[in-house]
């Protein structure tokens, strides 16, 4: 099935929505190791907190950021314009233009510049975050081995 615009607003309409998604990517089942003297290291559950990009241990509430150690921690660019732009790189393919990245998420040039630039050195892993789901979709032409390659 293609994986349309009208889906990938669905699947992702906010900014928590695209933090979730990291977050079942990097914890699989909101599942990991809380350090805190609680919990001394145990896998716990964690859930999210409103209006912050962190989320909180079941048990004893300390804190994990999902976004420590991605492109996205110190970007003042919200997940949502990145999560698009992802998408339009996922559809169209790398040799997008970053003007037309600009014309789609409303960035200006320079920021749809950079994004374009590092959404293009995300490892593979990262960047199925989103595109893994396309990539089923869409029939690539390209081998595989090729694509491993340039990613690493
Ligand atoms: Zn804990």
């Known amino acids: 099935m293609h994986y349309s615009r009208k889906l990938f607003e669905r699947d992702f309409?906010?900014?928590?929505a695209c933090l979730q998604r990291i977050m079942e990517m990097r914890f699989p089942g909101?599942?990991?190791r809380c350090d805190s003297e609680t919990c001394g290291g145990v896998?716990?559950?964690?859930?999210?907190?409103?209006?912050r990009t962190?989320?909180?241990?079941?048990?004893?509430?300390?804190?994990?950021?999902?976004?420590v150690g991605t492109v996205f921690e110190r970007s003042s660019t919200s997940l949502l314009t990145w999560f698009r732009a992802m998408y339009?790189?996922?559809?169209?393919?790398?040799?997008?233009?970053?003007?037309q990245i600009q014309r789609?998420?409303?960035v200006t040039y320079k920021t749809a510049w950079r994004m374009l630039?590092?959404?293009?050195?995300?490892?593979?892993?990262?960047?199925?975050?989103?595109i893994r789901r396309l990539?089923?979709?869409?029939?690539?032409?390209?081998?595989?081995?090729?694509?491993?390659?340039r990613n690493r």
Not at 54 to 67: D, E, S, T
Not at 136 to 149: A, E, G, T, V
């Open 13 to 16: 309409p906010t900014d928590e």
């Open 104 to 106: 789609e998420t409303g």
């Open 43 to 51: 896998l716990r559950k964690h859930h999210q907190v409103s209006g």
């Open 117 to 130: 630039r590092l959404i293009r050195t995300l490892p593979r892993r990262g960047r199925s975050i989103l």
């Open 30 to 32: 909101n599942m990991a």
């Open 135 to 149: 990539r089923r979709s869409r029939r690539s032409s390209r081998p595989r081995s090729r694509l491993r390659k």
């Open 88 to 99: 339009l790189v996922g559809i169209i393919g790398p040799h997008i233009s970053a003007k």
């Open 54 to 67: 962190a989320y909180a241990c079941h048990c004893c509430g300390r804190h994990l950021y999902p976004l």
